[in-house]
């Protein structure tokens, strides 16, 4: 079994910035793709970034120029800096990613962090 543990969220200004983390940890064998969603009050979740094994990025269009997705393969953990944090910015954020745990078939599931709320006032 794979465990996710996020932190990094709180309340800023608008302007402000925050780092998010997210450490996996437990029975993994390899990690691929890791990610950042977001969801705020009465929407859907959406994809913020994403960043491939090899390190490719992808951003949503509403966050590129202002977040930043990294990830430490040797520590099993993603980040998400973010800067110049809007109002809109406002949501409970979640780490995804894919992996295959070290038993015996490898098996290769998406697992979810529990979220972790990042509040920008106006």
């Known amino acids: 079994q794979v465990q996710l543990v996020e932190s990094g969220g709180g309340l800023v200004q608008a302007g402000g910035s925050l780092r998010l983390s997210c450490a996996a940890s437990?029975?993994?064998?390899?990690?691929?793709?890791m990610g950042w969603y977001r969801q705020a009050l009465g929407k859907q979740r959406e994809l913020v970034a994403a960043?491939?094994?090899?390190?490719?990025?992808s951003y949503a269009d509403s966050v590129k120029g202002r977040f930043t997705i990294s990830r430490d393969n040797a520590k099993n953990t993603v980040y998400l800096q973010m800067n110049s944090l809007k109002p809109e910015d406002t949501a409970v954020y979640y780490c995804?990613?894919?992996?295959?745990?070290?038993?015996?078939?490898?098996?290769?599931?998406?697992?979810w962090g529990k979220g972790t709320l990042v509040t920008i006032s106006s």
């Open positions: 960043i491939t094994s090899g390190g490719s990025t």
């Open positions: 995804n990613l894919r992996a295959a745990d070290s038993g015996y078939f490898r098996r290769v599931m998406d697992y």
């Open positions: 437990g029975s993994i064998f390899s990690i691929y793709p």
